[in-house]
């Protein structure tokens, strides 16, 4: 004899006063449906960027795409290849630059590496044939985060907290220097105040 299920009403995130659930931008390309559809097996990484554009790295690709535009037979899209790695891909190894309008391929620029810390530069997505390559040495680490900061550059960190940054010119050539630990506001602080406990303690003196 089956018993009688009981049915569980939950209430919607809509409906509570933390959680605000809407509809945002258009559907999405027929690019991205394709692969969510034929990489059912692959492990799939995608991020949205507060000016409005989103990336899948699926394999050894990236998909980027515009997701504020209303109409999705005019929307940006875009297919990059990655480089060669022997770790799967990330997509926080992925960021983008822009200048001017963010709306438009012309004026985003896209970097991406590898957990080895090989790096392709697109100076515009415009033309995604067109890119630069570069390598960021971290030892025996192994990268695991890129982020974009101002002036057109990147800062990426490894998995032993070491930060690089790249600057690339208006040639797509990048220009790297390694970040010290220390170096910011708050750097020194507590080597004075090691200094002044020392200072302060009273000698000790052994017997």
Known sequence: RTTPSRLVLHPCVIET???NVQLFGSTLPVKVMEALTSNVDDSLMVKIHELGWAWLVCGDRIIIWKICQSSAKH???????????????????????????AATTQSVSVMAATCEGSIHYWPSL????????AYA???DSVCSFLTAVKAGSFIMSSSKNQHVRLMPDATGKIYQRFLQQGQGMLSGIGRRVSTL????SPTVESS
């Open 137 to 139: 040495d971290f030892g």
């Open 17 to 19: 006063a933390n959680y």
């Open 75 to 101: 929307m940006s899209c875009k297919e990059l290849q990655l480089p060669p790695s022997e770790f799967p891909w990330s997509a926080d190894l992925v960021d983008i630059s822009t200048t001017g309008d």
């Open 197 to 200: 406990f020392g200072i302060l």
């Open 126 to 133: 415009m033309h995604e044939d067109l890119y630069t390559e």
